[in-house]
């Protein structure tokens, strides 16, 4: 235990103060383009899944907690919303830019998530015109479900709490990993998780929709471990979409059309991750 524990903070600490400054350029952009990414999305009808899968790849969960709000009260498409959701990426980004090892293949990432959720946002607004409600809420009350969202508050402490959160829950999660690898062996669990089958990606789509940073964190460490192939990785974060979708399940009423985006974005995140399996 003592082995595994020197191992896991041998492996996190040098990550701290690249997860500060990270996310300290995240909240000042969330903090500074929230009123924006309101306003493009819902004037910009045509644009709305360039400007959502552009702005959703900030990974902070503000972006797709405010494009759920948008969705409730129709100023944005069902596209537009799907493509914000595709976009986010959760906590995968800060945690494979603080591993110096994986710089090569966030750049790739964000290019395919993006081109990713501009084509399903256009093809599923080409194929649904319009989608119904049974009752509204204003977005001050939605954007309240964002736990990161602490009024009063600099970004600078924001930043440092967010930093320690994730840092401890990266840890657990790190240290979990680590012993069950010496417990059970890389080549057991590598088979546990069909390792180099096309059900991976699969399995990790289900996984990214644990609505919390849970989901990205668990997928990004197995890959920086190499349990998780980069195709099942992508898969996984096409369906973390942070709080966006814990939102809806709590506030839309029209549960059937959320059993519809979860079905969407389970098919594309499927499919994508299993095309990738083939290229990477």
Same mark, same amino acid.
Request: proline letters at 3%.
């Given at each position: 235990?003592?082995?595994?524990?020197?191992?896991?903070?041998?492996?996190?600490?040098?990550?701290?103060?690249?997860?500060?400054?990270?996310?300290?350029?995240?909240?000042?952009?969330?903090?500074?383009?929230?009123?924006?990414?309101?306003?493009?999305?819902?004037?910009?009808?045509?644009?709305?899944?360039?400007?959502?899968?552009?702005?959703?790849?900030?990974?902070?969960?503000?972006?797709?907690?405010?494009?759920?709000?948008?969705?409730?009260?129709?100023?944005?498409?069902?596209?537009?919303?799907?493509?914000?959701?595709?976009?986010?990426?959760?906590?995968?980004?800060?945690?494979?830019?603080?591993?110096?090892?994986?710089?090569?293949?966030?750049?790739?990432?964000?290019?395919?998530?993006?081109?990713?959720?501009?084509?399903?946002?256009?093809?599923?607004?080409?194929?649904?015109?319009? @989608?119904?409600?049974?009752?509204? @809420?204003?977005?001050?009350?939605?954007?309240?479900?964002?736990?990161?969202?602490?009024?009063?508050?600099?970004?600078?402490?924001?930043?440092?709490? @967010?930093?320690?959160?994730?840092?401890?829950?990266?840890?657990?999660?790190?240290?979990?990993?680590?012993?069950?690898?010496?417990?059970?062996?890389?080549?057991?669990?590598?088979?546990?998780?069909?390792?180099?089958?096309?059900?991976?990606?699969?399995?990790?789509?289900?996984?990214?929709?644990?609505?919390?940073?849970?989901?990205?964190?668990?997928?990004?460490?197995?890959?920086?471990?190499?349990?998780?192939?980069?195709?099942?990785?992508?898969?996984?974060?096409?369906?973390?979409?942070?709080?966006?979708?814990?939102?809806?399940?709590?506030?839309?009423?029209?549960?059937?059309?959320?059993?519809?985006?979860?079905?969407?974005?389970?098919?594309?995140?499927?499919?994508?991750?299993?095309?990738?399996?083939?290229?990477?």
């Amino acid at each position: 235990m003592l082995h595994i524990l020197e191992h896991s903070l041998q492996d996190l600490i040098p990550m701290l103060p690249f997860l500060f400054l990270t996310y300290l350029l995240m909240e000042y952009i969330e903090h500074k383009g929230t009123q924006k990414f309101q306003t493009f999305l819902t004037n910009a009808q045509k644009l709305g899944p360039i400007i959502g899968s552009f702005l959703g790849i900030i990974p902070q969960c503000g972006f797709s907690v405010i494009a759920s709000g948008l969705y409730l009260n129709q100023s944005i498409s069902l596209g537009t919303l799907l493509s914000v959701f595709i976009a986010t990426s959760d906590e995968a980004i800060p945690i494979l830019i603080a591993q110096p090892e994986q710089s090569q293949i966030i750049p790739l990432i964000i290019i395919l998530k993006i081109v990713v959720a501009i084509a399903v946002g256009y093809i599923v607004d080409a194929l649904v015109q319009s @989608h119904h409600l049974q009752s509204n @809420h204003s977005l001050h009350d939605i954007h309240e479900h964002c736990d990161e969202e602490e009024h009063g508050h600099g970004i600078v402490y924001l930043a440092f709490i @967010h930093t320690i959160k994730i840092f401890i829950f990266v840890f657990v999660v790190n240290f979990a990993l680590t012993w069950i690898i010496e417990e059970v062996g890389e080549d057991t669990l590598s088979y546990i998780l069909i390792n180099g089958s096309l059900f991976q990606p699969v399995l990790a789509a289900i996984t990214g929709f644990i609505p919390n940073c849970a989901a990205s964190v668990l997928l990004s460490q197995l890959y920086i471990d190499q349990v998780l192939s980069f195709g099942a990785l992508f898969a996984g974060l096409m369906t973390s979409a942070g709080l966006g979708l814990l939102v809806l399940l709590r506030m839309y009423d029209n549960k059937k059309d959320i059993f519809r985006i979860a079905g969407i974005l389970l098919i594309s995140a499927s499919i994508t991750g299993i095309l990738l399996q083939f290229l990477f």
